[in-house]
Antibody
Framework: QEQLQESGPGLVKPSQTLSLTCTVSGDYSPGGGYFWNWIRQSAGEQLVWMGRLEGDGTTFYNPSLKSRVAITGDMSKNRFFLSLTSVTAADTAVYYC????????????WGRGALVTVSS | IQMTQSPSSLSASVGDSVTITCRASENIDTFLNWYQQKPGKAPSLLILSASSLQSGVPPRFTGSGSGTDFTLTISSLQPEDFATYFCQQSSITPYTFGRGTRLEIK
């Protein structure tokens, strides 16, 4: 059974870069057919889609994050990554990686989430 | 696209039926998904494409609607159904979520 798992520092200083990794495990074939997403949830429970990585390397980002976000990946090694620059306290959240199947456009598999706190 | 859910919270008893509504700020056809989230856990997909039940989800969960107005109905509430529910549009990026409906035990 496939699983997603986020990993990375739980504490980041203001103005620095938040970096997380999502590892796909289980019966996974990197043959495409999926989009790989990052979604965050603040303490107020609002879910925010941050962006996605497609099988051919194409990316789409949420304009609300302006140019601070980047999603890259190496799906041949079952991993994709989130980078968020110039963080502030407002970026404190639980960060989820999630999969969406092409054609269904719903997040059918989620990681457990990684709490990242921005504080000096 | 802005997604507006109502109510923001709701109390019900085991065995009751409840309905949660979600309104999109523009036409999203049937590109609407519903998720359940329990405290400390990731959201879990319940309904995709407005009315298709995700594999493994009990049939007491039903979704309907198209265009701008959608509903999630949970019939015969079970103890494990008390959670927060979110709608999400997948019509156009950036994908957006409703603010959630917290379903509590009366």
């Amino acid at each position: 059974q496939e699983q997603l798992q986020e990993s990375g520092p739980g504490l980041v200083k203001p103005s620095q870069t938040l970096s997380l990794t999502c590892t796909v495990s289980g019966d996974y074939s990197p043959g495409g057919g999926y989009f790989w997403n990052w979604i965050r949830q603040s303490a107020g429970e609002q879910l925010v889609w941050m962006g996605r990585l497609e099988g051919d390397g194409t990316t789409f980002y949420n304009p609300s994050l302006k140019s601070r976000v980047a999603i890259t990946g190496d799906m041949s090694k079952n991993r994709f990554f989130l980078s968020l620059t110039s963080v502030t306290a407002a970026d404190t959240a639980v960060y989820y990686c999630a999969r969406a199947r092409v054609g269904e456009w719903a997040f059918d598999l989620w990681g457990r989430g990684a709490l990242v706190t921005v504080s000096s | 696209i802005q997604m507006t859910q109502s109510p923001s919270s709701l109390s019900a008893s085991v065995g009751d039926s409840v309905t949660i509504t979600c309104r999109a700020s523009e036409n999203i056809d049937t590109f609407l998904n519903w998720y359940q989230q329990k405290p400390g856990k990731a959201p879990s997909l319940l309904i995709l494409s407005a009315s298709s039940l995700q594999s493994g989800v009990p049939p007491r969960f039903t979704g309907s609607g198209s265009g701008t107005d959608f509903t999630l109905t949970i019939s015969s509430l079970q103890p494990e159904d008390f959670a927060t529910y979110f709608c999400q549009q997948s019509s156009i990026t950036p994908y957006t979520f409703g603010r959630g409906t917290r379903l509590e035990i009366k």
